[in-house]
């Protein structure tokens, strides 16, 4: 909730106008009318409050409304996923320029009216940009998928606040060169967590009997790890790396590239959620997944 100057000009005015009421032949009706009028005055006020909202949030996606607006869609940390109109966004001299760019984290004052499909913002302030996930192409990609996909699978007009802490701190992590390494894989797992589908890492999924050691397979469509005493002699299907990595993944150590699990992470998630939206960020993460790795000449 917000006490803006706003509101306590409004609610000045009004407590100052019924000090200037004289009935001077009806002292009773007078007391009774001053008594009425102060009640509205908290109601008014009470009423602001629900109205105007201040919140954290994560631009998830920007398109042009018209040749000076914009419409942005920001996961927030106290109503979810919103939808904002920034009237005048795209000016040289936008007081919002850069709280609202793409993937920002920023703090925003707007009205919120819960019967309207868009919200009219107020104030924003940049808290957060990003400035080295966004000079780095691979971890901008990734968090261009974590975006896409709370955009498209998370829950509407709920608080989500889970999803809301996870994907700030993962993209601090994407904006850390000693933390963004594993940053985007430790994000889909508790994405998966969060979500209801939970991993259970440290045990073999036929035997129950603990992990010593990276599994010998994974199975995306069922979520479970098998030791090698019950994989015997058959062949894995997962990938060495992929399963190296959610060793590392489970037991917090540093690991190089995670790539791999994160398939595997995203596969498991596409069997339970059904992935009917297409997730287009996702192709631009391979490509540039492929340009990484094309060695230099």
């Given at each position: ?6 509101r ?65 869609k ?21 007081p ?117 050691e ?19 002699i058959a ?63």
């Amino acid at each position: 909730m917000l006490a803006t100057d706003e509101r306590r000009e409004i609610c000045s005015a009004l407590l100052a106008s019924t000090e200037k009421i004289v009935l001077p032949y009806n002292i009773p009706l007078q007391n009774t009318l001053v008594s009425r009028l102060s009640s509205l005055v908290s109601r008014l006020s009470s009423l602001v409050s629900r109205l105007m909202q201040k919140s954290k949030s994560i631009v998830l996606h920007r398109y042009p409304y018209s040749d000076s607006s914009w419409i942005v869609k920001a996961l927030t940390e106290e109503c979810g996923i919103v939808s904002f109109i920034v009237k005048g966004g795209k000016r040289k001299e936008s007081p919002f320029r850069g709280a609202l760019d793409p993937l920002a984290l920023a703090e925003v004052v707007f009205k919120h009216n819960p019967n309207a499909e868009l919200q009219f913002v107020k104030e924003a302030t940049l808290l957060r940009w990003h400035e080295s996930m966004r000079g780095d192409l691979l971890h901008l990609a990734q968090a261009q998928v974590m975006a896409e996909m709370i955009l498209r699978y998370a829950p509407q007009g709920v608080p989500l606040d889970e999803e809301f802490q996870h994907l700030e701190a993962s993209l601090a992590e994407l904006d850390s060169r000693d933390l963004a390494d594993g940053a985007f894989a430790r994000w889909l797992l508790a994405t998966c967590e969060m979500w209801g589908y939970h991993l259970e890492l440290g045990a073999c999924g036929r035997c129950e009997k603990p992990l010593t050691e990276p599994a010998a397979d994974f199975s995306p469509e069922s979520g479970t790890f098998l030791c090698k005493d019950c994989l015997g002699i058959a062949s894995p299907r997962a990938k060495k790396e992929t399963l190296d990595g959610f060793w590392a993944l489970h037991r917090n150590l540093p690991f190089q590239d995670f790539q791999y699990t994160e398939n595997a992470l995203i596969s498991y998630l596409r069997n339970h959620i059904g992935f009917l939206k297409e997730i287009h960020s996702l192709q631009w993460l391979q490509e540039i997944r492929k340009l990484c790795s094309t060695p230099k000449t």
